[in-house]
Each structure stands twice: as structure tokens, then as C-alpha cells.
């Protein structure tokens, strides 16, 4: 049997592999830039503000990894498609794409105007398709990579006021099954990665905050505590590394065991 460290490095390492990142300024983004980088991936870094990916960057460099700041438009379909011929030029090749990047505006079924819509689909669904469309030729030349998308619960159960949210999660669940089937004969592997609920500067204060949304989340989730983006971090590296080459089409939730169900019992 070979030695824990050598068979941890078979499973998991990324040394000279490439990572795009979007979503990359905070959060869960940041988590995985960071986790990524420190398995041994040069990371490009995606977000819209050039500050916070800097103060990525230098997360990933005290992590001893490389970083490339790339902020892009995601609503614009052709800075999508520039994106990653951006990133495969700044790192030289492209191994991983994780689609992070994601916005939502709560609001009620009845409330929600068409550019809400159209601004929530372009973000949360037709960047990572385009995205992937066009890292796939070069994962292909490549001889294989992996896409990871960033789904979300709603990808499983609704919550009222995430209409659109749920709508393009689900879509991006469904997106991994259909491209796991077609970029097979690629060795090209796609899953999606479904974080439960979690405490992130966008959260902290619109969820955690708010002292009735907290404690409806806490009576939820078995865990009885909030995730923190960290946690993310080792499945996105299964995803992402040498160990899932037999793994794709496949959605994995870290929710604390949200989507097993829950108890009436205390």
C-alpha cells in the first residue's frame, strides 16, 4: 500500500493545473480559489471588483499558490466567452472551471419584472453555460478536465422568494448531467457542488441577521449550525482532482444534512 502522503497527492493534488475561478472577490468564491490553490492549481481569479480580487490574490499567495486577477461582465456574453481565452492565455492552459458567480434578487413570484429575470438567467445560468461551450475545446485538446458548478439547495427545494435563484440552480444541476453525457468521450467530468446554508458577507447580514430567519434556519438544518464557506473546500477538490475521474454527472450537497430531511423529535 502506498504511503498516506503519496496516495493523498494521487487523489487530490492539482500541481500544474489551472483553475478558473468565477465568483472569485468573496465568499464561497474566495473559499475555493483559495482551496484550489493550495492543493498546487494556478488560479484565475474571475469577479467584477478589481479590490476584492486583489485581496484574493493575496490570500491565494499566502496559501503558496499563483493567481491571475480576470474581472469580466458575466451579464455580457461575449466578455464570457473572453474570459476563458483570457484565462487559458495568463496560465498557459485550463484544467478546471469552477462556475461560481451568482446574484439573486428576493422577491415574490407576483413581484418580479422581467429585468430581474433576465439579469438573474444571464448570471446564474448563461455565463456557466457559455463558459463551459468555450473551455471545452481546450479541456478536450488538453486530453480531459473538470467543470464544477455552484448549485445551490434550491437546486432540491423551493424557498419562497428564490423563484428565479431555484429556477437557474436547478438548471445548472440539470446542465451537469448533460454535459458529464456529452464531454464523456472528452474525459472531460462535470458535477455540480450545492453548498447549504452558509454564513458569507452576503449572508451574514440578510439571513443570520434577521433574528426569525435564523432561528427558521437553525430548527432546519440537523447540523444545527450554520456552514461556513470553507467547508466547501475539500468536496470542490474531490471534484476537481485526480480521485473523481470516474465521478461526473453528479450534483453533491454540503448542507448539513438539509436535503436528508429533518425530525419532529429535539
Known amino acids: 500500500m502506498p504511503p498516506q502522503h503519496d496516495l493523498l497527492e494521487a487523489l487530490f ?20 480559489a483559495v482551496g484550489l490553490a493550495g492543493a498546487g492549481a494556478v488560479v484565475g481569479l474571475h469577479g467584477r471588483s478589481t479590490e476584492e480580487l486583489a485581496a484574493t490574490l493575496r490570500l491565494v499567495e499566502a496559501a503558496g499558490g499563483q493567481g ?15 474570459l476563458v481565452a483570457r484565462a487559458a492565455s495568463a496560465m498557459g492552459r485550463l484544467d478546471i472551471l ?9 422577491k415574490p413570484i407576483a413581484d418580479v419584472a422581467a429585468d430581474d429575470f433576465e439579469t438573474i438567467v444571464k448570471v446564474n445560468l448563461r455565463a456557466p453555460y457559455f463558459l463551459s461551450q468555450a473551455a471545452h475545446p481546450i479541456m478536450r485538446r488538453q486530453g480531459g478536465g473538470r467543470i464544477i458548478h ?8 423551493a424557498l419562497g422568494t428564490t423563484s428565479v435563484y431555484g429556477m437557474t440552480k ?22 455540480a457542488l450545492a453548498p447549504g446554508f452558509m454564513v458569507t458577507p452576503l449572508t451574514e447580514r440578510s439571513l443570520w441577521g434577521d433574528a ?3 432561528a427558521w434556519l437553525l430548527a432546519r438544518i440537523p447540523a444545527g449550525r ?19 475521474a470516474y465521478l461526473s454527472g453528479q450534483m453533491i450537497a454540503v448542507d448539513g444534512g438539509v436535503l436528508a430531511g429533518g425530525s419532529w423529535e429535539d
Open 68 to 82: 491571475h486577477v480576470l474581472p469580466a461582465e458575466l451579464t455580457d456574453l461575449d466578455a464570457c466567452r473572453e
Open 98 to 106: 469552477v462556475n461560481c458567480a451568482g446574484m439573486n434578487r428576493r
Open 150 to 157: 455552484v448549485a445551490s439547495l434550491t437546486s432540491a427545494m
Open 212 to 214: 426569525r430567519k435564523r
Open 226 to 244: 450554520p456552514g461556513r464557506p470553507e467547508e466547501l473546500v475539500a468536496t470542490a477538490l474531490l471534484l476537481a482532482g485526480p480521485g473523481s
Open 13 to 32: 493534488s492539482l500541481e500544474n493545473r489551472a483553475a478558473l475561478v468565477t465568483g472569485a472577490s468573496g465568499g464561497i468564491g474566495r473559499a475555493l
Open 170 to 191: 436547478a438548471a445548472l444541476a440539470q446542465l451537469a448531467k448533460t454535459q458529464a453525457v456529452e464531454w464523456a468521450r472528452d474525459n472531460i467530468q462535470v458535477n
